[in-house]
Each structure stands twice: as structure tokens, then as C-alpha cells.
């Protein structure tokens, strides 16, 4: 069980950019699960996908891997021949992720990397996750990630891509952050919480559209872009290479 999320529950002076230090680590699942609709979902979704894609002797990527919540679930799925390589660039989320692996059931073995995706050479890869990580990196610098990780995939593998995404008509986003609001404020974080957090991630959380995603993926060279979840303001996309 992970400590509740309390790092906005009280009045800040000045709201610093969110961080992935050690106190976000500390709070890390419960503030991703009060924060996320469907993101338990989307955890299941993944492991049916390790299921369908993984194939003997391949590579698999979990990219943001945070505290390794998806590679926890794939890597049971596939057999002693398959590399899981969890990658993130947090310090302090890598060091929690060691720590917590000695618990986990058996299942294939994982490469543990604190590194910059960016900076990941992808080979022979059957499944590769993004599971709201993207978002983090500056848009101009998308593309080349998507083309480089479509460049090191096996044919026929997946990837999914899950963000959180905006609306061009501001009705539409307007609606899909307040319904955003309330599931938060259902999940007990109060007006203070979410307007502090909302103004610290906004410099280093850029939602696209999820048509941007799709074409995005498409140009990469990806045979079929399958948008598959969608609640609210997040979405999650299947690209078959
Ligand atoms: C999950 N996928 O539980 N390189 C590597 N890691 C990065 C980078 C980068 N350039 N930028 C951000 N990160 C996880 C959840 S959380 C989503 C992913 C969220 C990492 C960052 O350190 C953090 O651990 C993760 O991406 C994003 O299925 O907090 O909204």
C-alpha cells in the first residue's frame, strides 16, 4: 500500500514545477490512481497485450516505467527468454523500483535503467509501453521518439501509448476538465489540491490532441493506429508496426 497524496493540501507560497523526487515517489500509486481515470484499466489492457505481442527471444520496452507497475504485470506473462527493460529517468523512482522487485512473483527478467528514454537504443522489440510518459517530453521532440522506438520494433508489434490529451473546441476541453475535476474531487482531493497540482504540472505536462497521437504514429510507419480507451481527458492508443 503506498502513503496517500498530500503533497497540495496545503496552501503553497509559490507552487514549484512538479518533480518526480522522493516525496511524489513515496505517494506515487495512490496519486496515480485517484488522478487517472482508468488507469487500472489501461494496467490490465497491457498485460492482455504482453499476452497477445510478446514473442519468445524478443525485447520489451516500459518506458516511464515509474515504479514499474505495467512491467510488473508483463513480465509474468512472457517466458524466461523475453528481456523486460524498464526504463525511467527519475532517481528517486528507479531507487523504489530496485527496492520493491525482490517482492515480486517470478516471471522474465528485467533490465532496470535510470536513463532518459531519449537516449535508449530500442532493438527487437515486440511490446513497447508508453504509458503516460510522452507527455512529459517536450512536443517537439515527439516525433523523433516515436520514429526512433517504430525503427527498433519487431513487424507486427505493438506499442501503447496512453496521454493525457486536449481538445480543439473549448467547449470540449472545457467539459473534459471539469469531468476531470470531479472524478478527482470524487477520488477526496480537494479544490486546493487540484488547483495547486494543476499549476505545478503545467509547464512540464503538454497534452496534444489525440489526432496529433494518431497521425503522429501513422507517419512513424505504424500499419494500424488503434485509439481503444478513452475517458475524459486521457486516451490510450494501440500502434501495430
Ligand atoms: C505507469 N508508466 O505506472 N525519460 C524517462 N522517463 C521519463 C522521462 C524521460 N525523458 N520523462 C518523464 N519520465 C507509468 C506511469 S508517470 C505518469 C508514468 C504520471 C518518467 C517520470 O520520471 C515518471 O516516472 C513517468 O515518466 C511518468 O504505468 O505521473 O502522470
Redesign the pocket.
Known amino acids: 500500500m503506498s502513503a496517500r497524496d498530500n503533497i497540495y493540501s496545503v496552501p503553497l507560497t509559490t507552487v514549484g514545477d512538479f518533480q518526480?523526487d522522493s516525496d511524489v515517489v513515496r505517494v506515487?500509486p495512490d496519486?496515480?490512481a485517484r488522478?487517472?481515470p482508468g488507469y487500472a484499466s489501461i494496467?490490465s489492457v497491457i498485460e492482455q497485450l504482453a499476452v497477445h505481442y510478446v514473442r519468445p527471444g524478443s525485447d520489451v520496452w516500459?518506458?516511464?516505467?515509474?515504479?514499474g507497475?505495467?512491467t510488473r504485470l508483463i513480465r509474468r506473462r512472457c517466458d524466461a527468454t523475453v528481456t523486460v527493460h524498464a526504463?525511467?529517468?527519475?532517481v528517486a523512482?528507479i531507487q523504489r523500483l530496485r527496492q520493491q522487485m525482490g517482492e515480486w512473483e517470478p516471471g522474465a527478467p528485467v533490465i532496470v535503467t535510470e536513463?532518459?528514454?531519449?537516449n535508449v537504443h530500442i532493438t527487437n522489440a515486440s511490446l513497447v509501453?508508453l504509458?503516460?510518459?510522452l507527455?512529459?517530453?517536450p512536443p517537439a521532440e515527439r516525433d523523433p521518439v516515436i520514429r526512433r522506438i517504430a525503427a527498433g520494433m519487431l513487424p507486427g508489434g505493438a506499442l501503447l501509448l496512453s496521454e493525457k490529451i486536449c481538445f480543439e473546441d473549448p467547449r470540449q476541453q472545457e467539459l473534459m476538465t471539469t469531468l476531470h475535476h470531479d472524478f478527482k474531487r470524487a477520488h477526496g482531493y480537494t479544490d486546493l489540491e487540484i488547483a495547486q497540482k494543476r499549476s505545478a504540472i503545467e509547464n512540464m505536462?503538454i497534452p496534444e490532441p489525440l489526432q496529433r497521437h494518431v497521425q503522429r504514429l501513422t507517419d512513424a510507419g505504424f500499419s494500424a493506429v488503434i485509439p481503444w480507451f478513452q475517458c475524459f481527458n486521457f486516451a490510450s492508443v494501440i500502434a501495430i508496426r
Open positions: 518526480f506515487f496519486m496515480i488522478s487517472v494496467l516500459d518506458l516511464g516505467c515509474s515504479l507497475a505495467a526504463v525511467d529517468n527519475s523512482m536513463a532518459d528514454l531519449r509501453v504509458n503516460l510518459t507527455q512529459f517530453l505536462l
